[in-house]
């Protein structure tokens, strides 16, 4: 098996990059060295490497700025995944990929299955609506897994991002009426390997969307707990703990992108095929508050 990994330097394409290996022999290029809005260059890689799976961890992340950046978001979250698309579809090869949870108005009061009606309402929502589209309208073999709140050990995240504030602040605030899991970069490439399994055993899962996400529910302002407490367990110097996260509503905390105020996902369909239990979310994420504090005790 030949897999072309696209966008390896970003916290899931760090973590695919790490692990692949056990799948197949890897390409592995960040944007650095391979942008996939540069369609030639994308053309002249596939040519060179001849990949059976193509797996584009590459994404414009950037909610608020997109907003004023819709041409860029599209260029690499819409119009790029289209020609990887079409390439997959003309030599043969699975497209992996990855979406979110921002394709949804987050109205729905229960968690959101894959066949939900979307409505984007923000600009990247609604680019990686239209990379998802872009997929599903070619004949390609194509599995799209959407996920959310993605934290990992690698880059910047709201994990990192609220134990640096924890460490300069008395108290923080933090918003708690937006529910939805953290997704660590581990799980999804766990599930990613067992997809290619498949693949490999010729007993393919369906080409389709998938929602990936850990079991259980939660809200940004549980997670900065369990974060801040995991670390003073861990004996990290902190000038705000637990007691000193205030709850937050959206409303109270306005930003430039709208984000989905329900952003469950069922994921029943995935269950079905995966030959693993989906962990709970809060053991999913302290495996890597364990990895963000030990490297925080290094410093
Ligand atoms: N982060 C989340 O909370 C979240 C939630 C739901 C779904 N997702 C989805 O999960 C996937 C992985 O996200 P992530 O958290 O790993 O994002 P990330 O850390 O922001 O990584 C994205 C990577 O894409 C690269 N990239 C951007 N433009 C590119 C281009 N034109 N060509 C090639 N590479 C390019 C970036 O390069 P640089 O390193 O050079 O910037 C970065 O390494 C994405 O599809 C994202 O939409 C993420």
Redesign the pocket.
């Known amino acids: 098996m030949t897999i072309l990994l696209?966008?390896s330097?970003?916290?899931?394409?760090k973590e695919l990059a790490r692990q692949l290996c056990a799948a197949g022999s890897v390409a592995a290029f960040?944007?650095?060295s391979?942008?996939?809005?540069n369609h030639k260059a994308i053309q002249d890689a596939v040519h060179c490497v001849r990949p059976n799976i193509i797996m584009n961890?590459?994404?414009?992340?950037a909610v608020d700025k997109a907003e004023d950046d819709a041409v860029q978001a599209y260029?690499?979250?819409a119009d790029?995944v289209g020609n990887l698309a079409q390439i997959a579809q003309s030599i043969g090869a699975w497209l992996i990929?990855?979406?979110?949870?921002?394709v949804f108005d987050g109205a729905k009061p229960t968690p959101y299955v894959e066949t939900d009606r979307t409505n984007p309402i923000s600009v990247y929502g609604a680019s990686?609506l239209a990379g998802e589209e872009a997929i599903t309208q070619t004949n390609s073999q194509y599995l799209i897994f959407?996920?959310?709140?993605?934290?990992g050990k690698d880059?910047n995240?709201f994990a990192k991002t609220i134990l640096r504030l924890a460490s300069e602040r008395d108290r923080l605030k933090v918003i708690s009426d937006q529910l939805g899991v953290p997704t660590s970069?581990a799980l999804i490439t766990q599930v990613t390997l067992d997809a290619i399994d498949a693949i490999k055993n010729r007993t393919a899962w369906p080409q389709g969307i998938y929602h990936l996400v850990p079991q259980g529910r939660s809200s940004w302002h549980e997670v900065a707990q369990t974060v801040v407490g995991f670390a003073e367990q861990h004996d990290i110097p902190l000038t705000a703990s637990v007691k000193d996260i205030q709850a937050i509503t959206t409303a109270e905390h306005l930003t430039a992108a709208r984000r989905p105020l329900n952003s469950q996902l069922d994921t029943h369909k995935l269950r079905a095929q995966l030959s693993f239990n989906l962990p709970h979310w809060k053991d999913d994420f302290l495996a890597v508050a364990g990895e963000i504090v030990k490297e925080l005790q290094t410093v």
Do not use: C, E, F, M
Not at 146 to 151: D, E, L
């Open positions: 696209l966008g330097n970003g916290q899931l394409g960040p944007r650095t391979l942008d996939i809005t961890a590459a994404a414009y992340t260029a690499v979250n790029a990929h990855y979406s979110t949870d921002y990686k959407r996920t959310t709140w993605v934290i880059g995240n970069p």
